[in-house]
C-alpha cells in the first residue's frame, strides 16, 4: 500500500511504501511490530542515508528517466547515478522507479538493481500481456 500505513496495518497488508515526505508522521515501530515490509522513494544521496535510517525491506532509486507518470521536482537519475546507488546499497534490495520502458528495461537491470517498478510501459503497451510477459524476462522472473 503506497502512503497509507495506518490502512496497511489495519487490514493487515504485505508491506506499505513511503516517500521521503511521509517518514517524519510514520510511526515505523508500529509497522515493524504489525510485521508488515517498509519501502522508501529514494531521489539522492542524502534521502538515502534517511531511507538508511529507517532500515527498510527495500529501498526505491528513481526516477531514472524522464517520468510522465507523476510530476518531479528533480532531474532525472540516469543510469551511471542508479549504479553508483546500486552499488551502495548491496546489502539492500533496490528497486529503480521511473521512466522505464521495454526497450531501456535491460540497460536498467544491468546496473545491478533488483528489480524494475513500470507503469506506462504496461499501461501504454499495444498488448499489455506480452509488455509484462517481455519485461517479467528483462528482470529474470518467471516461471521458477
Known amino acids: 500500500i ?10 493487515q497488508a504485505y508491506g506499505v511504501h513511503l516517500g521521503q515526505e511521509d517518514l517524519q508522521a510514520t510511526d515505523l515501530s508500529a509497522i515493524r ?9 529514494t531521489h539522492d544521496d542524502m534521502e538515502i542515508d534517511v531511507a538508511l535510517a529507517a532500515r527498510p525491506s527495500y529501498i526505491a532509486l528513481g526516477h531514472v528517466f524522464p517520468t510522465q507518470t507523476k510530476q518531479m521536482p528533480s532531474a532525472p537519475q540516469g543510469l551511471e547515478q ?3 546507488h ?5 546489502d539492500y534490495p533496490t528497486v529503480a522507479i521511473g521512466g522505464i520502458s521495454l526497450p531501456r528495461a535491460p540497460a536498467v537491470m544491468a546496473t ?10 504496461i499501461t501504454q503497451a499495444a498488448d499489455w500481456r506480452l509488455a509484462t510477459a517481455q519485461l517479467l524476462e528483462i528482470a529474470g522472473v518467471g516461471d521458477e
Open 2 to 11: 503506497n502512503d497509507y500505513w495506518r490502512l496497511a496495518i489495519k487490514h
Open 33 to 41: 511490530a504489525a510485521g508488515l515490509r517498509l519501502g522508501v522513494s
Open 82 to 84: 542508479l549504479a553508483r
Open 86 to 90: 546500486v552499488e551502495r546499497l548491496a
Open 112 to 121: 545491478g538493481v533488483g528489480s524494475i517498478a513500470v507503469v506506462s510501459a
